[in-house]
């Protein structure tokens, strides 16, 4: 019994060392089916992907305009083979309007990510209304480099009304698909802090090709909920571009 104490220990110490702010990428997507919850009308029920123009997946972190809160739509994961990088993610969440706060990708599939959004205020920039930009490298090693790139967003307009790049509005119980997202932004002006610079443009587009393949992604959790499944659109912000 002594014998197994220690490596129980090291289990225990490794386990915990684990449990940091940053995360390795899993290579699947957010699962997160709450059938009950959408079932007696609770909660709502998004399927969505987002990705950059070059193929890496992009995190997404939506405002919860009701309640100020704000909440990872989409993931950021590591994928080797194509089929794994065309996951969806499935996010039961409260009813009500969306607006797009955070985007994060990067230039290449692996990495270590930062496990939250950076915290620096996205009004503060004196050259545009869109917010803030991080970038910043994984690895030291200039030949495997992969930059990382966050944009920061007050995510609606001085009104507290119009969405600066994207909405979305879920009514209890609703089963949608938001599309399959593709997402870019630059900086602007001068660098602000070490790795911080204004944001300078945001553009996005959305295509719903992939309905029936959502469909049967959502059919593997719950096949009632994916025959409920139907198109929902996003609405374009005043500042991003197709």
């Known amino acids: 019994?002594?014998?197994?104490?220690?490596?129980?220990?090291?289990?225990?110490?490794?386990?915990?060392?684990?449990?940091?702010?940053?995360?390795?990428?899993s290579?699947?997507?957010?699962?997160?089916?709450?059938?009950?919850?959408v079932n007696n009308g609770q909660k709502a029920l998004v399927v969505m992907r987002a990705s950059t123009p070059w193929g890496s997946p992009a995190e997404t972190r939506w405002l919860h305009v009701e309640?100020?809160?704000?909440?990872?739509?989409?993931?950021?994961?590591?994928?080797?083979?194509?089929?794994?990088?065309?996951?969806?993610?499935?996010v039961t969440l409260p009813a009500g309007?969306?607006?797009?706060?955070?985007?994060?990708?990067?230039?290449?599939?692996?990495g270590v990510w930062p496990g939250g959004?950076?915290?620096?205020?996205?009004?503060?920039?004196?050259v545009t209304r869109l917010g803030q930009i991080n970038i910043s490298t994984s690895d030291k090693d200039a030949s495997s480099q992969t930059t990382i790139s966050a944009l920061r967003s007050t995510g609606l307009e001085k009104d507290g009304k119009?969405?600066?790049?994207?909405?979305?509005?879920?009514?209890?119980?609703?089963?949608?698909?938001?599309?399959?997202?593709?997402?870019?932004?630059?900086?602007?002006?001068?660098?602000?802090l070490p790795g911080y610079y204004p944001a300078g443009t945001i553009s996005w587009s959305v295509s719903h090709a992939d309905l029936e393949r959502a469909r049967l992604v959502l059919a593997k959790?719950?096949?009632?909920?994916?025959?409920?499944?139907?198109?929902?659109?996003l609405v374009r912000g005043s500042l991003a571009r197709r």
């Open 1 to 25: 019994m002594k014998r197994l104490f220690f490596p129980l220990f090291l289990c225990a110490a490794l386990l915990l060392a684990a449990c940091g702010k940053v995360h390795v990428p």
């Open 27 to 37: 290579f699947n997507s957010m699962n997160d089916v709450d059938v009950a919850a």
């Open 67 to 90: 309640t100020g809160e704000l909440y990872k739509v989409t993931s950021q994961f590591a994928a080797n083979r194509q089929e794994e990088a065309r996951e969806f993610d499935l």
């Open 97 to 110: 309007k969306y607006v797009l706060a955070y985007v994060m990708y990067s230039t290449g599939s692996k």
């Open 117 to 126: 959004p950076f915290d620096i205020d996205p009004t503060k920039s004196d």
């Open 162 to 192: 119009t969405p600066l790049i994207a909405s979305f509005t879920l009514t209890p119980g609703q089963v949608v698909f938001l599309g399959n997202m593709t997402v870019e932004f630059s900086i602007k002006g001068k660098q602000v």
């Open 221 to 233: 959790e719950d096949p009632g909920l994916a025959r409920s499944l139907e198109n929902k659109q």
